[in-house]
C-alpha cells in the first residue's frame, strides 16, 4: 500500500485498538548490533538455497522482500550485506518488546516476534486518550531499545492493522472511527483479510478492484462467487465491521528452529553437527522464556523435497541444550537412513510449561551445574554473537575434549 503520512491529530474516540509492528524487526536488530551498517541495505538470511528472512528498507528499494530465494535477493542488490539470522537475538529482544507493551495494558496479543495488538481501552484513564498511549509506547522502544516501531490507532483490529502498514517505517496513524470507510474504501481489495490469489480471481471476474468496489456488491452475489463463510466474512471487513477482540495469547505452543543446507549433508556427523546446532538455539529460546519442555522433535526434508518428522516424550522437563540435542539425534539415527541427502534438518520441543506447572521433582545436585552453565553461555552469546562460546566435547579418536569451530575456521572460545 503507498504510505500515507503520519499523524497523530486525528480524532481517536472509539479508538482503543493499536497495533503495534517493529520497522525491519531482524535487520534493524542486526544493525544495533553493528552500527557500521546504518545506511546500508541489509539482507538477513544466507546462503544459496535458503530465502530472506528479512531486509533493511534500503534493502527494499531494490526489491528485496522477506521469504524471496537469497538468490533472487542478491542478484536485485548486489551490494547488499547479508548477515546470518540470529533468532536468539530476536527473540530476546522480542521479549522486551512485549515486556514494554505489557507495562501499557495486560491486554496485548502478539502476532509474532515483532507486532502486537492491543486494547488500550483500560489504561486511557491511567495513561491518557489512545494517540497519546501509541506516542509513549513508540518513544519507550526507541529510548529503551534503540528500534523503531510504527503504530496503527484504530477502533477495529483490521483497521488498525491496515494503519500501521501504511505509516511504516517509524509512523503513527490514526483512523477515526467516522472515517474508517473513507480510509478503507479506496483500498486494493487484497488488502482484506481472507483474499489470497484463489479468492481474487472470481472477485476481478467480477469487476471487483478496491475494498470500495466490495462493498457494493450483493452479499448473495459473494455467496455464488467465493462461498458462503468468505462472503459474509468479506462484507463485514468491507463495511469497516471486525468483530474479533484483542486476545492474550495463551503460552506457546512450541519452539523450532530449521536450517536449509547450501549442499546436500550426506555424513550423519554432518547431521549431527546441525542438530547441535539448532538444539542450542531452541534451548536458548526456552530458557528466555522460563519454561521447560517435555516433548522434542526433528524434521529431515531431503534432496527430493520428500519430508519426515519424529517426536518423542520425554521422562522429565527439560531446558538445557544436552537434554533436547541427545532427544534429537536419537531421533535422527532411528531413522536408520542409509546414503542420505538432506536438504534441511529441524529441531523443536513441544508441550511446554512454566516450572510451577510441571509439578516435577527436581535433583537440584544434578540439575544447577547444567542449568548454570546453559544460561552462563546464553549470557556471554548474547554479548558476544552465536558463536562467542560453546561446550566442548569429546575428539572421538583421542577421548580429548575439544571445542567447535566456525566456519570462519576460529575458535570461538577464544575471545579477542
Not at 507495562?103 to 494517540?131: C, H, K, N
Not at 549442499?263 to 531452541?282: C, F, P
Not at 521433582?361 to 552462563?376: E, G, M
Request: net charge positive; aromatic share 4%.
Amino acid at each position: 500500500m503507498p504510505r500515507q503520512p503520519t499523524t497523530s491529530l486525528g480524532d481517536d474516540t472509539g479508538c482503543a485498538i493499536l497495533h503495534v509492528d517493529m520497522d525491519a524487526f531482524f535487520a534493524s536488530v542486526e544493525v544495533r548490533h553493528r552500527p557500521e551498517l546504518r545506511g546500508r541495505p541489509v539482507i538477513v538470511g544466507g546462503g544459496t538455497r535458503a530465502v530472506v528472512a528479512a531486509a533493511s528498507y534500503e534493502a527494499r528499494a531494490f526489491g528485496v522482500r522477506s521469504a524471496m530465494p537469497m538468490t533472487r535477493a542478491r542478484r536485485l542488490c548486489p551490494q547488499a550485506v547479508v548477515v546470518p539470522p540470529r533468532r536468539g537475538a530476536y527473540s530476546e529482544v522480542s521479549a522486551q518488546v512485549m515486556s514494554i507493551l505489557r507495562d501499557v495494558t495486560p491486554s496485548v496479543e502478539p502476532l509474532s516476534l515483532d507486532e502486537a495488538f492491543l486494547d488500550v481501552s483500560g489504561a486511557v484513564r491511567l495513561l491518557g486518550r489512545p494517540t497519546r498511549i501509541a506516542e509513549r509506547i513508540r518513544a519507550r522502544v526507541l529510548d529503551d531499545l534503540g528500534l523503531t516501531c510504527s503504530v496503527g490507532v484504530a477502533s477495529t483490529k483490521f483497521i488498525a492493522k491496515l494503519a500501521s502498514a501504511r505509516c511504516k517505517p517509524d509512523g503513527l496513524l490514526v483512523v477515526p472511527a467516522q472515517g474508517a470507510l473513507a480510509f478503507l474504501h479506496p483500498l486494493p481489495v487484497t488488502v482484506l483479510w481472507g483474499v489470497g490469489a484463489a479468492t481474487a480471481e472470481p472477485l476481478r471476474r467480477l469487476g471487483v478492484r478496491t475494498v470500495g468496489d466490495l462493498a457494493q456488491i450483493p452479499v448473495e452475489t459473494l455467496r455464488r462467487s467465493v462461498g458462503a463463510a468468505a462472503a459474509a466474512q468479506l462484507n463485514e471487513l468491507a463495511s469497516g465491521r471486525d468483530a474479533h477482540r484483542v486476545e492474550p495469547r495463551a503460552i506457546e505452543k512450541s519452539i523450532s528452529a530449521d536450517h536449509t543446507t547450501d549442499t546436500d549433508l550426506t555424513e550423519s556427523s554432518e547431521i549431527h553437527a546441525q542438530l547441535r546446532r539448532l538444539s542450542v538455539e531452541v534451548g536458548r529460546r526456552l530458557r528466555g522464556r522460563a519454561m521447560l519442555a517435555r516433548t522434542v522433535g526433528i524434521k529431515i526434508r531431503f534432496a527430493d523435497f520428500r519430508t519426515v518428522t519424529r517426536v518423542r516424550s520425554l521422562p522429565a522437563w527439560v531446558d538445557s541444550d544436552q537434554a533436547i540435542q541427545d532427544a534429537a539425534r536419537a531421533l535422527y539415527d532411528g531413522l536408520a537412513l542409509d546414503r542420505p541427502r538432506v536438504r534441511l534438518v529441524g529441531v523443536k520441543v513441544e508441550s511446554l510449561r512454566v516450572p510451577a506447572e510441571t509439578a516435577t521433582q527436581l535433583s537440584f545436585d544434578d540439575l544447577a551445574p547444567v542449568n548454570r552453565a546453559d544460561r552462563a553461555i546464553d549470557d556471554v552469546r548474547a554479548r558476544f554473537g552465536d558463536l562467542a562460546l560453546d561446550y566442548g566435547r569429546p575428539d572421538r579418536a583421542g577421548g580429548q575434549a575439544r571445542s567447535p569451530r566456525s566456519a570462519h575456521g576460529r575458535d570461538p572460545n577464544v575471545f579477542g
